[in-house]
Every structure is written in C-alpha cells, then in structure tokens.
C-alpha cells in the first residue's frame, strides 16, 4: 500500500480528521501526519518517509502479533504499552494493515467517544 492509498483509507474511517501537529518540535526534520478521532491520535508517520506507521493496540494483543509478523516492532516516540510500529515493507499484506488501524481507530473512539 502506498502513502495515499493508506492516508485515503484511514480519511474514510467515520469521523476522522488530519493534522501534523509536531512541526515546531521537529524542527524540518520530519513532518508527521497524525490521524485522529473524537480528537485524539490513533495512526501516525512521517509523511516524508512512508516506511513505519505508529498505532495504538490492545495490550493483551501486543505479544502475539510482535511474535507473529517481523514487521512490528516498538512505536516512533509513543508509549511501549499502548502503541506499536509497523514496517509497511515487511510481512504485513494490505488486509491485515487495515485491520490493525481499524482496531486502532476502534480502541480510541470506543475510549473517547463524544458523549451526546
């Protein structure tokens, strides 16, 4: 999957929004773009080098799926507990890709959801 394919996938996810809010940390060395819902993050890369997608992931499935695919591995600066790296140029096909940021997305709306 390529850079638009993934950001058009995660855009189609009901009530989510895009910004890249880490510019002046960064200082021009990368530009992450987060993913968000009910405003806060679930997904996020660094637009300019499309190889590692942070998400955020059940703790009790986090062993078996570092255990079972080679690409995921420890996050991009986010919290060893909750979130997860993934190479998108190692063993994870496309399907289980949009798998695992669909649970990302469903683990943080279900945690914030907007109360009505």
Same mark, same amino acid.
Request: net charge negative; charged share 30%.
């Given at each position: 999957?390529?850079?638009?394919?993934?950001?058009?996938?995660?855009?189609?996810?009901?009530?989510?929004?895009?910004?890249?809010?880490?510019?002046?940390?960064?200082?021009?060395?990368?530009?992450?773009?987060?993913?968000?819902?009910?405003?806060?993050?679930?997904?996020?890369? !660094?637009?300019?080098?499309?190889?590692?997608?942070?998400?955020?992931?059940?703790?009790?499935?986090?062993?078996?799926?570092?255990?079972?695919?080679?690409?995921?591995?420890?996050?991009? !600066?986010?919290?060893? @507990?909750?979130?997860? #790296?993934?190479?998108? !140029? !190692?063993?994870?096909?496309?399907?289980?890709? @949009?798998?695992?940021?669909?649970? #990302?997305?469903?683990?943080?709306?279900?945690?914030? #959801?907007?109360?009505?």
């Amino acid at each position: 999957m390529n850079i638009e394919e993934f950001r058009d996938y995660c855009l189609s996810l009901p009530d989510v929004t895009e910004a890249t809010p880490f510019e002046k940390f960064s200082r021009g060395k990368y530009t992450i773009l987060v993913f968000y819902v009910n405003g806060h993050m679930f997904c996020y890369f !660094n637009i300019d080098d499309f190889r590692f997608i942070t998400i955020k992931c059940d703790p009790e499935q986090m062993a078996e799926l570092k255990e079972r695919y080679q690409a995921i591995g420890e996050p991009f !600066n986010g919290d060893k @507990r909750y979130w997860i #790296s993934l190479d998108v !140029n !190692n063993d994870v096909d496309d399907d289980t890709l @949009r798998m695992l940021v669909r649970q #990302s997305y469903e683990l943080v709306k279900n945690k914030h #959801s907007k109360k009505k």
